[in-house]
């Protein structure tokens, strides 16, 4: 029989390939518009058999049936629709059409619950029956006749998922299947419903705590998809202060006793069902973690753990050996992934985590998996388990399946115009370049190319944002609503903003994920929350008898400011000076690196979706000789931020002291130390100061410019180095399980690969790389020189790159080594590993960098403040101080 499907979801993919495997034709599937450029299951299933698909994002217009989609379905000629899972309305005269009419799912025992959300009206009531209708689709609303019925016992502990994963799920299916091959038989019976126990629940959100204890749990699992233990009395009791959610807690049919650490000092507390708190702080704990590491849902808490083992099938099993094969690829120190393995236990950290998703993703197409199945399965086989249950379709959020496997499959929305008051638009000289993708040299793109007209037109129209348009007249309470609104449409959009970052600057995938676009997305959330606290002071001045006097200050913002970011974090450098420039009020124009403009571009894009006005960011990408230097001149400019080297720092700080006078803050080079003692922990000493040059391959501002290693561990230090080097896997920064992409651009390439020939030649011994890697685009191997000497080239230029360049120091030279260290012109970061804490806060206290890390590299946070010293540069990104850099201090006396 020739069957059109009309429908969505996980549900409705598993009905059209069962529907296939029968021998039913499939004409054409209906469905819905791909969400963020990524297709429904029941699209990505069809398009690949080659079905016709449609994706109508409606099929009527003011309740009329739009002609050019009815048209559509007809042609496909369709004898039966079947609708498994539709969230569309679909006309009457769609409805009929088809020689045998339609049939749709329902999960609920017709008549009774009616309309949405019936399964969960199944529980709120306590109904001890659940199940699903198979019925003939007519004009009313689910009151077609029936062709088909199952049901099953509701459990006391049933919850919506349980029912959907146990009953409705893999029962419906069949049944689905089933009705079809009675309509094809002619065998399907048509049972008129009756209107006895006809029922319709409008929507509810409010729990009666008056209620027996019996009717709140059902209200409650029937309103969540894992509830837990509840209860309606209130617990009061002195707490103090902390905020570590300790509780003693019976489980049971009557009150819970409940004790919380909240940081208040006493309250009374009413709890609803784990964790879920009614009082001024409005707490919500929805995962528990242990001090192993392992996660479980907060609901969980009072269940014993076990759970019924699924036997695996051979393609199941398949794709588990698969999955050991990766973890056995993030956990090299680990002789061999038992099915006892602990993930965290081994070694593994929260950039590990990333990774394990992204690859296993990537490996198996179609499965739902988030950071947190991680920690809530931290053994090989709790993960195996999972992973079995997500990929037999348990996860019902079947809106976040993305095929990880080709870029291509992707549907990426790249803007390459200049963005100017809000518009895309080519620049007025009409001049393009290429932005190429360092993986294999290709061309990505055409990207406009700005000229100093551009520039102008862009700062005129920050100008009037600010002064004349409502960005400048708005509430700050407001502006941070837009700024969490962006921060919300970038976490939406984050996969495609990876995806561009690692086309575009060669990051590796998983670290754009959680790095370049997580911190990101951290970043203008921080700086949305300062937005309603820029605060002045009241100040007490010496009174001019008989007047009287008050003195206050006024944080005011600058103006229109100018941003010029580098090509290393293109989107994380955005976000850092973009966010607290707008926190603070002001408008801005930004140029981004001319070799990785495309995520500015598309956060450009994500602006005007967040509502964001026109003219309050504007994106250029080109030249810096041209833009950059326009913006630095530029009269109405009042700020101007900048990273990048110390050359160009020192030309903007010129300039903008001459035209001006404008407020500059500078980010610039780097040559920071690393101070490695005896008595570290060498694993972590190893692992951290890999991670010290070889984070983002290289080409990271703060990374260790220069490791000095105390002389008794010198040779020991190296060779593990060396030895882990070896394991890294060098290639496709798309391809999850890839360690170490492609240098940014190939005259950076260039550059780094004679850097290491003045290296050799200076007399450094060159223990491992130096070489560009044997295959396309512009890969250099991770490098290790040792025997570096104080005046050599390498140890007091920045390699930019993934150089480690080691100097050894005497045993217990503690001075000596501090002053090699600080015999530099720069001062961004240093670190320092040593397991004595007196002489790690007086090495601290002596390193002279903005940025001191003590056993522990990279680790920076949107709430502390980052910049450097001396030629590193000055003024602050990130935390209260960034906000100031954006900010102009204004003071009121007045008499009275």
Request: with cysteine; hydrophobic share 40%; glycine share 8%.
């Amino acid at each position: 029989m020739k069957l059109a499907i009309i429908g969505q979801s996980l549900f409705g993919q598993e009905v059209y390939s069962n529907l296939r495997k029968q021998g039913h034709r499939v004409v054409g599937v209906f469905t819905v518009p791909d969400k963020d450029g990524k297709a429904d299951p029941l699209a990505v299933a069809a398009e690949k058999d080659g079905t016709p698909v449609f994706k109508f994002p409606r099929w009527r217009v003011k309740g009329n049936p739009i002609p050019e989609v009815v048209d559509a379905y007809k042609a496909v000629g369709a004898e039966l629709n079947v609708m498994p899972f539709c969230s569309q309305f679909i006309p009457m005269n769609i409805i009929d059409h088809p020689k045998h009419g339609s049939i749709i799912y329902h999960p609920s025992i017709l008549p009774l619950h009616r309309g949405a959300s019936a399964i969960n009206w199944t529980l709120i009531h306590g109904d001890k029956k659940a199940g699903f209708t198979v019925f003939w689709a007519d004009d009313g609303l689910d009151t077609g006749p029936i062709l088909l019925q199952r049901e099953c016992a509701v459990e006391p502990n049933d919850t919506v998922d349980t029912l959907y994963n146990r009953f409705l799920f893999p029962e419906g299916i069949k049944a689905m299947v089933e009705s079809v091959q009675l309509i094809a038989d002619g065998k399907a019976p048509r049972v008129p419903q009756t209107e006895e126990g006809a029922s319709y629940e409008g929507h509810s959100e409010e729990v009666n705590l008056a209620q027996p204890a019996e009717a709140i749990h059902n209200w409650i699992r029937g309103h969540d998809k894992v509830p837990g233990a509840w209860t309606c009395g209130n617990a009061s009791a002195g707490f103090t202060e902390g905020f570590n959610a300790a509780l003693l807690v019976k489980h049971n049919w009557g009150l819970m006793q409940i004790q919380w650490e909240l940081p208040v000092s006493s309250c009374p507390v009413t709890v609803l069902y784990p964790f879920c708190i009614l009082h001024p702080s409005q707490l919500l704990v929805k995962n528990l973690q242990f001090e192993d590491g392992k996660m479980i849902p907060a609901s969980k808490y009072f269940s014993s753990g076990e759970s019924t083992s699924l036997d695996l099938t051979d393609d199941e099993k398949k794709m588990a050996e698969e999955i050991r094969s990766i973890w056995k690829g993030i956990l090299s120190n680990v002789p061999a992934i038992e099915d006892t393995t602990d993930f965290f236990k081994s070694g593994a950290a929260s950039m590990d985590v990333v990774r394990l998703v992204e690859e296993v993703k990537q490996k198996c197409a179609g499965v739902q998996l988030q950071n947190e199945d991680v920690y809530m399965a931290t053994t090989f086989q709790d993960f195996i388990q999972m992973f079995v249950r997500k990929l037999r379709g348990e996860d019902q959020e079947e809106e976040l399946v993305v095929d990880y496997v080709k870029v291509n499959n992707m549907t990426v929305k790249m803007p390459y115009q200049c963005f100017i008051n809000g518009k895309f638009e080519d620049a007025e000289n009409g001049k393009s370049y290429d932005t190429i993708n360092p993986t294999d040299g290709s061309v990505i793109c055409k990207v406009s190319y700005a000229s100093v007209g551009d520039v102008d037109r862009a700062v005129a129209a920050a100008k009037e944002a600010y002064e004349i348009g409502p960005w400048g007249r708005m509430n700050p309470r407001d502006r941070g609503s837009l700024l969490y609104r962006l921060a919300d449409l970038m976490e939406e959009h984050q996969e495609e903003l990876a995806t561009i970052e690692s086309i575009d600057s060669g990051a590796v995938y998983t670290l754009a994920l959680k790095t370049h676009v997580g911190m990101s997305i951290q970043t203008f959330r921080y700086f949305a929350g300062w937005c309603d606290k820029i605060q002045g002071k009241t100040i007490p001045i010496n009174q001019a008898r008989p007047n009287r006097n008050l003195t206050f200050t006024k944080k005011e913002p600058l103006g229109v400011c100018a941003i010029v970011i580098p090509w290393n974090y293109p989107l994380m450098m955005l976000a850092w000076k973009s966010a607290a420039c707008l926190a603070a009020g002001n408008t801005l124009v930004l140029k981004p690196a001319q070799v990785t403009p495309l995520t500015a571009l598309k956060f450009a894009e994500l602006s005007v979706k967040a509502g964001i006005p026109k003219g309050v960011i504007n994106i250029l990408p080109g030249s810096g000789g041209m833009v950059g230097q326009r913006l630095s001149d530029h009269p109405d400019i009042r700020k101007l931020g900048f990273t990048g080297s110390t050359p160009i720092g020192k030309q903007i700080m010129k300039s903008c002291a001459l035209s001006n006078l404008k407020k500059v803050s500078l980010e610039l080079g780097g040559k920071s130390p690393l101070i490695i003692f005896s008595d570290c922990d060498m694993d972590k000493a190893v692992r951290m100061g890999m991670s010290s040059v070889y984070f983002n391959k290289g080409e990271n501002c703060i990374a260790a410019g220069r490791l000095f290693v105390e002389e008794s561990i010198h040779d020991e230090y190296i060779s593990r180095v060396v030895e882990e080097i070896k394991k890294m896997k060098i290639g496709d920064p798309l391809d999850r399980s890839t360690d170490h992409g492609p240098q940014n651009h190939k005259a950076h390439l260039d550059k780094l690969l004679e850097y290491c020939e003045v290296g050799v030649k200076e007399g450094a011994t060159l223990v491992y790389g130096g070489r560009q890697v044997d295959r396309p685009g512009f890969f250099m191997e991770p490098t290790v020189f040792t025997d570096v000497e104080d005046h050599m080239f390498i140890a007091k230029e920045e390699s930019f790159g993934p150089v480690m360049v080691v100097s050894k120091f005497k045993d217990g030279d503690v001075d000596g080594v501090l002053q090699r260290a600080n015999d530099t012109e720069y001062g961004l970061a240093s670190g320092v590993f040593t397991r004595d804490i007196n002489k790690a806060m007086y090495v601290s206290e002596r390193l002279e960098a903005g940025t001191v890390f003590v056993n522990t590299y990279n680790k920076t946070d949107v709430a502390s403040p980052f910049g450097g010293f001396k030629q590193s540069g000055f003024g602050k990104d990130l935390g209260e101080d960034a906000l100031m850099e954006y900010l102009k201090t204004k003071a009121v006396t007045v008499e009275y």
